[in-house]
């Protein structure tokens, strides 16, 4: 049963298991800003400058996965 | 400071018709046609897998030749900046208003954003890079989502109706020559600004160094740890200009495909294709826009920041502008 169900996956699995990680770590990077500036209102422009940030040095994984593999 | 400017633009100018020559061989991108699997088989059985946009741009000559439909859309957008600065800044008033205004709001609002980020001092002297970077990406991103470019060009007939393979204009930054060159440039700046703010030796100290205070046999451990942490620090610091040029690249490309394919999702019932066609893109045209801002900003960002890291002293470290 192994086999014909391996034999259906084709070859994208390593885009989506870099989508994966990396569309949660972009997600944990957003709970965190999001907790952040409710505790610190004040905050909202630094905290988002870092978020993005964040963001995309985690987003970017998944590009290389798509692009630089084979 | 002049002199470097013309050095660093005199090595651009001469860098890219070789990074053209490269786009004609095709060498820099995985491939030059590779389907990209579109969900829009799941509307009829018997759809066929659907093309995506190719991944490299394609060239406008005929019998091929280096210029591409990217490259003209870089052109026409550095001159469309360029002209619309000269205009607004040919007779400068006081009290600004209209096209003046938006340049001095635009310019004064990156100037302090920056300067919270990497300190007044390196402000001045960077300054140039990162605002020019910053306008020209976001002008890019934001050229290719006007109608017209992607859809007007060469192509055949196909069964419904004139499909375009070869689009005359083409999201600038959707071709990694272009944002590769753009990081190469950022590379070769960082590196001279580094040499600039410590010399070759305050470099290599500042990346192989260590850092901290520790006294007896710890302090030799941490040379040692140091060192080999820098090694660490130089991959890093390689690996820099395929991120920054893959980031930007990915998500433009991406959002080129996504548009293309919400397009060309509905295909069979005639009016329907039409209709639909033009209304699903919509939502992802708001999302294009958002992400074409948001990777221009990131760009700048990621650019500054790392200029920052390597221009700190090491004593001041502990009191950074955050």
């Known amino acids: 049963m192994l086999t014909p169900m391996l034999a259906e996956m084709s070859g994208s699995i390593h885009v989506g298991l870099a989508g994966l990680g990396s569309a949660i770590g972009v997600g944990l990077v957003g709970m965190k800003a999001s907790e952040a500036v409710g505790r610190n209102p004040g905050a909202f422009g630094k905290v988002i400058v870092l978020a993005v940030l964040g963001m995309a040095l985690a987003e970017a994984i998944v590009f290389y996965a798509i692009f630089l593999v084979h | 400071m002049q002199s470097l400017r013309l050095?660093?633009?005199?090595?651009?100018?001469?860098?890219?018709?070789?990074a053209l020559l490269?786009?004609?061989?095709?060498?820099?991108?995985?491939?030059?046609?590779?389907?990209?699997?579109?969900?829009?088989?799941?509307?009829?059985?018997?759809?066929?897998?659907?093309?995506?946009?190719?991944?490299s741009a394609q060239s406008l000559g005929r019998n091929g030749g280096f210029v591409t439909n990217s490259m003209l859309v870089t052109w026409v957008v550095a001159l469309g900046v360029i002209v619309f600065a000269r205009f607004a800044t040919r007779k400068i008033q006081e009290v600004p208003s209209g096209?003046?205004?938006f340049w001095e709001w635009l310019v004064?609002?990156?100037?302090?954003?920056?300067?919270?980020?990497?300190?007044?001092?390196?402000?001045?002297?960077?300054?140039?890079?990162?605002?020019?970077?910053?306008?020209?990406?976001?002008?890019?991103?934001?050229?290719?989502?006007?109608?017209?470019?992607?859809?007007?060009?060469?192509?055949?007939?196909g069964e419904h109706g004139f499909e375009v393979t070869r689009p005359l204009l083409r999201a600038g930054n959707a071709d990694l020559n272009m944002t590769f060159a753009m990081a190469m440039i950022f590379f070769a700046c960082w590196t001279v600004w580094a040499l600039q703010f410590s010399g070759v030796k305050g470099s290599f100290l500042h990346i192989f160094g260590p850092k901290g205070d520790s006294?007896?046999?710890i302090k030799y451990l941490m040379i040692v740890v140091f060192f080999a942490v820098g090694f660490l620090e130089v991959l890093s610091i390689a690996f820099r200009p395929i991120s920054l040029s893959f980031r930007l690249y990915g998500n433009i490309f991406a959002g080129e495909n996504l548009l293309e394919a919400m397009s060309n999702m509905?295909?069979?019932?005639?009016?329907?294709?039409?209709v639909f066609g033009a209304l699903l893109p919509v939502p992802f045209y708001f999302m294009e826009l958002l992400v074409g801002f948001i990777q221009a900003v990131v760009f700048m960002l990621l650019t500054a920041v790392f200029t920052a890291l390597i221009c700190t002293h090491e004593e001041e470290a502990g009191e950074s502008h955050h």
Do not use: M
């Open chain 2, 7 to 18: 050095i660093i633009a005199s090595v651009f100018l001469i860098c890219a018709p070789l």
């Open chain 2, 22 to 55: 490269n786009a004609a061989a095709g060498e820099s991108t995985p491939a030059a046609a590779k389907p990209v699997v579109v969900a829009a088989s799941g509307a009829a059985p018997a759809a066929p897998v659907e093309q995506g946009i190719p991944q």
């Open chain 2, 99 to 101: 096209a003046q205004n």
């Open chain 2, 108 to 157: 004064e609002g990156l100037y302090g954003f920056l300067e919270s980020i990497i300190g007044p001092g390196l402000v001045k002297k960077t300054f140039w890079f990162f605002a020019t970077i910053f306008i020209f990406i976001l002008a890019t991103n934001w050229f290719g989502l006007i109608p017209g470019a992607g859809t007007i060009g060469w192509g055949h007939q």
């Open chain 2, 215 to 217: 006294t007896g046999v």
């Open chain 2, 266 to 274: 509905v295909q069979h019932p005639a009016w329907a294709r039409v």
